[in-house]
């Protein structure tokens, strides 16, 4: 079975901080992960995704197998970053039919 | 850009009513979800499909069943509406033939069950 963790509901930093969303995940095979992100009054998207190894917004996420973790991370905090936050992971194989989200973090920029 | 549209924004039933959530995409996706999102849950899987006319169940399909007659289209049903069933119901499609393609999300339908 795959799993999920995002440890923190809420996380609340300020302007200019570093901020850390922790995410731990629990699968057998070799998994693909993914960060969606959920602003205020908008549609869930997708943020960025490990196999891709890029920057979105400032954001980055290593996926480590040997911790089994992909923590989103940015080094200089933003109003505009704060969000719902949610790591999700799909089987390897290609197909996100079982794309299992974890419960998400609720990140909070003060100004 | 892909477009998923969900009828209702905003809906209020009554307990045992036969409710229909409504979603349309506009990219010929072939891979469609519902999924419901409640606080401290996170998203779950209600039920997805891959192709016209086929429906697989999701992590959560007790009390729903679904609906794909054209590939564009894909509806929720709640055949007899439960308290427990008020939530924020998000649809989504993929592309099927890209490995991990990105779910395209609605807006969400709030619904509430009195």
């Known amino acids: 079975a795959q799993r999920v963790t995002q440890p923190e509901k809420l996380l609340s930093v300020f302007k200019g901080a570093p901020v850390e969303l922790k995410c731990n995940y629990s699968?057998?095979?070799?998994?693909?992960l993914f960060w969606y992100v959920q602003y205020s009054r908008q549609r869930l998207q997708l943020l960025l995704r490990?196999?891709s190894r890029e920057s979105i917004k400032g954001f980055t996420a290593d996926l480590n197998k040997g911790e089994t973790s992909f923590h989103l991370k940015k080094p200089f905090a933003q109003e505009e970053d704060s969000a719902m936050y949610y790591c999700?992971?799909?089987?390897?194989?290609?197909?996100?039919?079982?794309?299992?989200f974890g419960k998400g973090t609720l990140l909070t920029v003060n100004p | 850009d892909v477009k998923v549209t969900q009828s209702s924004r905003y809906l209020v039933k009554r307990t045992g009513e036969k409710v229909f959530l409504e979603c349309v995409q506009d990219?010929?996706?072939?891979?469609m979800f519902w999924y419901r999102q409640d606080p401290g849950l996170g998203l779950r899987l209600i039920y997805f499909?891959?192709?016209?006319?086929?429906?697989e169940k999701g992590d959560i399909p007790e009390g729903y069943s679904v609906s794909r007659e054209k590939k564009e289209r894909f509806s929720l049903i709640l055949e007899s509406a439960s308290t427990n069933q008020t939530s924020m119901y998000l649809c989504?499609?993929?592309?099927?033939?890209?490995?991990?393609?990105?779910?395209?999300f609605g807006n969400g339908t709030r619904l509430t069950v009195t």
């Open positions: 499909s891959y192709d016209v006319k086929m429906k």
């Open positions: 989504a499609s993929s592309i099927r033939d890209r490995d991990n393609s990105p779910l395209h």
């Open positions: 699968y057998s095979g070799s998994p693909e």
């Open positions: 990219m010929d996706h072939e891979n």
């Open positions: 490990h196999i």
């Open positions: 999700a992971l799909s089987g390897s194989g290609g197909s996100n039919y079982k794309l299992t």
